[in-house]
């Protein structure tokens, strides 16, 4: 980075990734190549960007059946036409690949008017199919035998998601004029554009709603001020009718994490009266924070829902209200009891559940995971929300006069395996999260949100939290989710850039006295809000883009809230306390100068605050015109008041982490022959670790290794690793073992096949009698079906608890695997016990804190119980 004076006013001067130009911040603009944003006036910005256009999701249909992707998955484009026109490319049928991102060279047009739309697919491989085999096998649904009708849903209209309204002539239906399997349709479709043009073209945001309500911003950067105020008219256009905050403009539900995250960016301090009401929502009617439809069926294969405690607490900080406090509490309380029961593993002191925000499965994860795995995985941001969320519990005991040593207790556990389990210190990172199935290790990637989080609230060190900020990678166009990338997947949560984990990792900088990461982090949230003249959901890491990613919402809150914490968080520098109200901030070298935040309603008080200078922290405070010995104010102060902060004029010598936008290998597919483990070669690896039970067992460079069966099971997998040390995800796990290590229980009182349905009210304890003939220990799995819901959402997993000779040993958590899919079976969690030789009776029980989100339906058909003896030692490792 370089920073540069030009005619007194700051400039700072940022690379972009290859196929992108270099972009700069100055105190009215920024100008990226050919691109420019400008403040023509703190209410108005006019940006030469290409304007965000509508996006157009679709699939295709043969016959009217839903047989090319499941839901969740379709193809994007964006809607610019060109002379009134747009034709795709040729899709071929049932293909998920995707073309490299556009840049936004690539994607300048910003045509107003009716399209008329030309949608093309490429059936050729499935006639072929059908020809030389008979049929052609889908990615869902029946083999299909032949072609009448091909179509094209989607949204927006004139497009439907109804399969019921695909109709042969309907003006859905494609067709292959030529007969060469090429089948095309054209529908009339009106564009629409995120902002108004100018009469040259460029796009315009011009403030039209009243946000006096809110503290207002004045300061010699037209550009932040201007930001800013964007920020707070698109806050009020995400106001509901019920009062409630929805999570985007295409996202009109409250969702636990997005609006617990954006009550701890800003939004408490702004709006607490929506925070309080959309937090509400998130509760359900036994007392209970909802976590969200979700992988397998929601709670507990996710377990993020805790942030909501965070939130609570950030709320009581602002507000002081000792009511919504006890509320808050117990409300938080009653959820830490059953994540207790069904999440916590004692073993590490961590807590299982899938990562934090990043919910679409193999985004994140590698295919072969199982929503049962998910649920095992121990991952980094989850663990930093449930450390914090103790922590809070605590704090909030000991106001209320309530016992508060359990609650410090349990998060000392989590940051204690935190430390243990996940930090790489070859790294300077924490590992993105362990994983597996009776061992686990860990995958080396970093997690942007969840080394921010860590740094925020304490779980890492202060020698952890400055190696993180200079350590942890930060890509040309701004700071990645995670890094690096999984090749071959959309891009979405992989490849991508949030600006709301880039508003939490600046927030992490500041907190770490890094100037230099506080400066890049400023600098990529204008440039974005800008330019894009909205706070976008997500952009391409390797473009800084928003076109290119699966989804992709305008006004996205908790990028709302980000970017106005640059203003409360980093600028100011707020910091929220039970009994004060603390000032930090940090001002980087080319944010310097004089700002202004007026009309700061703080418990009884309304403040001005005036931050005067750089630096990175509060040389002098007063208020009122008196000196104060710290920059902060009590909880107690009423009536107006000004406040006036000089910075300290220092340039700290810090620095970031820059690397590549890339991708690590892919994942092997590693399957035993004989006493051989064998794998196909990965493309661009250099060489092979395999782990055996979680410990690195042997390094090679040929495809195979050979094996030995021992005392029990031990699992192998393989991970490729490139020239560069990149590390793919390990292969699903092999099982080896003796004949002797593995045995299956049926379920008493099963039916003819020897399966059992459970439900919340029938076989409320399932009884399993089990002889072992050696002490040692011992995995056990269940094998068992659930076709309530799909793979990816809803909230129908099945919850057990296990008990082994009338002890508690766990939870066995039955995800869903796909809607009326009750014959499909798949393998439960593991979890791992001591047994000594002989007999021992083993239950699987329905308890309270077993109840999933749903309430009403916990079902499940159990087909057996594998106990399988594991090979000594088995230990967990990096």
């Given amino acids: 980075m370089t920073l540069r004076v030009l005619h007194g006013a700051m400039l700072s001067l940022l690379p972009l990734a290859a196929g992108a130009q270099r972009f700069s911040v100055t105190d009215s603009s920024v100008r990226q190549g050919r691109f420019s944003a400008v403040a023509l006036s703190r209410d108005t910005i006019v940006s030469s960007y290409p304007r965000a256009a509508r996006e157009v999701r679709f699939r295709f249909s043969i016959n009217g059946l839903e047989n090319e992707f499941p839901g969740g998955t379709e193809h994007t484009i964006w809607l610019r036409p060109v002379k009134g026109r747009l034709v795709t490319r040729v899709y071929a049928f049932g293909d998920e690949r995707e073309p490299p991102p556009p840049t936004p060279e690539q994607s300048s047009s910003s045509e107003d008017g009716p399209a008329q739309l030309t949608f093309r697919v490429d059936a050729r491989g499935v006639l072929k199919a059908i020809r030389t085999k008979g049929t052609y096998v889908p990615n869902l649904g029946a083999a299909v035998t032949h072609i009448d009708h091909l179509y094209v849903l989607g949204d927006p209209a004139p497009l439907t998601w109804d399969y019921g309204a695909l109709k042969p002539g309907s003006p859905l239906e494609l067709r292959d004029a030529d007969g060469d399997g090429i089948y095309e349709g054209t529908v009339r479709m009106p564009t629409q554009y995120t902002r108004p043009a100018t009469r040259d073209g460029r796009g315009i945001w011009a403030r039209s709603m009243d946000v006096s309500m809110f503290p207002q911003l004045t300061s010699s950067q037209k550009i932040q001020d201007a930001t800013y105020l964007l920020s707070l008219e698109e806050l009020r256009q995400l106001v509901r009718p019920d ?14 994490r997005d609006i617990s995250l954006s009550t701890i960016l800003s939004l408490a301090i702004v709006a607490s009266d929506a925070v309080k009401r959309s937090l509400m929502a998130k509760v359900d009617s036994s007392g209970r924070i909802i976590q969200d439809t979700g992988t397998g069926g929601s709670w507990p294969v996710s377990s993020d829902r805790m942030v909501w405690a965070l939130a609570a607490w950030e709320l009581f900080a602002v507000t002081g209200d000792r009511d919504w406090l006890r509320r808050a509490y117990d409300i938080t309380r009653r959820s830490a009891e059953a994540d207790l029961h069904a999440v916590r593993d004692e073993r590490t002191g961590l807590f299982n559940g899938e990562s934090s925000f990043m919910d679409w499965r193999e985004q994140s994860y590698p295919r072969w995971m199982q929503p049962a795995d998910i649920y095992q995985s121990q991952n980094l941001g989850t663990n930093a929300v449930h450390y914090a969320a103790y922590r809070t519990l605590a704090d909030m005991a000991r106001l209320l006069g309530e016992p508060a040593a359990r609650w410090d207790s349990i998060a000392s556990g989590v940051q204690l395996g935190m430390t243990q389990q996940l ?109 894009f003249l909205t706070n976008k959901e997500n952009m391409v890491a390797s473009t800084g883009h928003y076109e290119g990613t699966a989804l992709n919402s305008d006004r996205q809150l908790w990028s709302v809230a980000g970017t106005l914490a640059g203003t409360y968080r980093l600028l100011f520098g707020m910091r929220f306390e039970p009994k004060l109200l603390a000032f930090r901030p940090m001002v980087p070298l080319s944010y310097s100068g004089t700002r202004t935040l007026s009309g700061l ?167 399993l009698p089990l002889t072992v003939a050696r002490d040692g220990e011992y995995a056990i799995d269940v094998r068992y079906a659930n076709g309530n819901g799909p793979v990816n959402t809803e909230d129908k997993v099945g919850v057990r608890t296990l008990l082994v000779d009338a002890d508690t040993a766990g939870v066995i958590v039955l995800p869903q695997r796909g809607v009326q899919r009750w014959s499909e079976f798949g393998w439960s969690n593991t979890l791992r016990v001591r047994l000594s030789a002989g007999t021992h009776t083993l239950v699987l029980a329905f308890t309270p804190l077993d109840e999933n989100m749903n309430g009403r339906v916990n079902t499940a058909v159990l087909d057996r119980v594998r106990v399988t003896r594991v090979a000594s030692p088995i230990r967990n490792n990096r």
């Fill in 243 to 256: 009062g409630a905050l929805s999570a985007g403009a295409k996202w009109e539900g409250v969702w636990t």
């Fill in 423 to 531: 930090w790489n210190a070859d790294a300077g990172w924490f590992a993105q999260y362990r994983y597996g199935r009776a061992s686990s290790a860990w995958s080396p990637r970093s997690d942007a949100l969840g080394e921010a989080l860590a740094a925020i609230y304490g779980s890492a060190s202060p020698e952890q939290r400055r190696t993180l900020m200079t350590h942890a990678p930060v890509v040309a166009a701004g700071v990645p989710t995670f890094w690096p990338s999984i090749a071959g997947e959309r891009f979405y949560h992989n490849g991508t850039i949030w600006p709301f984990v880039t508003a939490y990792w600046t927030w992490a900088a500041a907190e770490g006295h890094n100037t230099t990461a506080v400066q890049r982090g400023l600098d990529d949230a204008t440039r974005s809000a800008a330019l």
């Fill in 601 to 767: 309603h703080y418990r009884d008080a309304t403040l001005t605050i005036t931050v005067t200078g750089f630096g990175d922290s509060v040389r002098t405070a007063t208020l009122d015109g008196h000196a104060i010995a710290r920059a902060e104010v009590p909880a107690s102060l009423t009536g107006e008041h000004r406040i006036e902060l000089v910075m300290n004029g220092r340039r700290s010598k810090t620095s970031v982490h820059e690397v590549e936008s890339r991708f690590a290998p892919a994942t092997p597919h590693a399957s035993l022959v004989g006493g051989t483990l064998r794998w196909d070669a990965v493309p661009s690896a250099t060489r092979y670790s395999v782990l055996r039970n979680g410990q690195r067992f042997s390094s090679v460079t040929a495809n195979s290794v050979r094996v030995a069966t021992r005392d029990g099971l031990d699992e192998y997998q393989v991970l490729a690793i490139n020239r560069v040390g990149d590390e793919s995800f390990l292969s699903e796990p092999v099982r080896l073992l003796p004949p002797d290590a593995e045995q299956f229980v049926r379920p008493v009182g099963g039916d003819s096949s020897g399966a059992l349905t459970i439900t919340r009210t029938t076989n409320t304890r399932v009884t």
